[in-house]
Nanobody, 126 residues
């Protein structure tokens, strides 16, 4: 059973940076897409960024392009989300999610992902 554990959230001021990590264990899962999503009360969970298992493709929501960077480590067991120039509107619970796949794809709908972490809170004060 695949398990995902996020870490790195916290309380920061506008303009600051944070790096979230998502550690994957269990499996085996050799080919996958990993996504980061965020959720605020009263809103639907939204796609933030995604990366294919080879690291060759990434995708970002328009709201975070140029500020956030998704990457993975060489062993492909940890996916990072580097968040720079944070804004109050980035405040949310952030979740990583994994999709087993044999092709290079980055779906943006939450229901396309079968495994989820427990989430980590990011709060950005103005």
């Amino acid at each position: 059973q695949v398990q995902l554990v996020e870490s790195g959230g916290g309380l920061v001021q506008a303009g600051d940076s944070l790096r979230l990590s998502c550690a994957a264990s269990g499996g085996p899962v050799s080919t996958w897409t990993m996504g980061w999503f965020r959720h605020t009360p009263g809103k639907e969970r939204e796609f933030v960024a995604g990366i294919t298992w080879d690291g060759g493709q990434t995708d970002y929501a328009d709201a975070v392009k140029g500020r956030f960077t998704i990457s993975r480590n060489n062993t492909k067991t940890i996916v990072y989300l580097q968040m720079n120039s944070l804004k109050p509107e980035d405040t949310a619970a952030y979740y990583c999610a994994l999709r087993r796949t044999l092709i290079f794809e980055i779906p943006i709908r939450p229901n396309e992902y079968g495994y989820w972490g427990q989430g980590t809170q990011v709060t950005v004060s103005s």
